[in-house]
């Protein structure tokens, strides 16, 4: 059974930086695309960012120049480095994935943001 695991949310201020995690585990063939979507509180999950397994990489506007996303293919791991964070990123944090075919979603990690 295909999982996905996302480490590194937490309580940040303004101006400061965290990075996620999302690991891939299972019986695992091929990853297509990796992406991170968030729900901010009372608001619809949106994209934030996503990667292809070619290395291409699409943002949402408002994270353009401080968000970057990469991954591991060896690791099966997509990594989100955020920095400069603002209070408006203040959402849970869901990593998604196409693995062989299906799509996965992971249980979701808290960034919060304070001013």
């Known amino acids: 059974q295909v999982r996905l695991v996302e480490t590194g949310g937490g309580l940040v201020q303004a101006g400061e930086s965290l990075r996620l995690s999302c690991a891939a585990s299972g019986s695992i063939f091929s990853i297509n695309t990796m992406a991170w979507h968030r729900q901010p509180p009372g608001k619809q999950r949106e994209l934030v960012a996503y990667?292809?397994?070619?290395?291409?990489?699409t943002y949402k506007d408002s994270v353009k120049g401080r968000f970057t996303i990469s991954r591991d293919n060896a690791k099966n791991t997509v990594y989100l480095q955020m920095n400069s964070l603002k209070p408006e990123d203040t959402a849970v944090y869901y990593c998604y994935s196409i693995i062989d075919g299906r799509q996965y979603w992971g249980q979701g990690t808290q960034v919060t943001v304070s001013s």
């Open positions: 990667i292809t397994s070619g290395g291409t990489t």
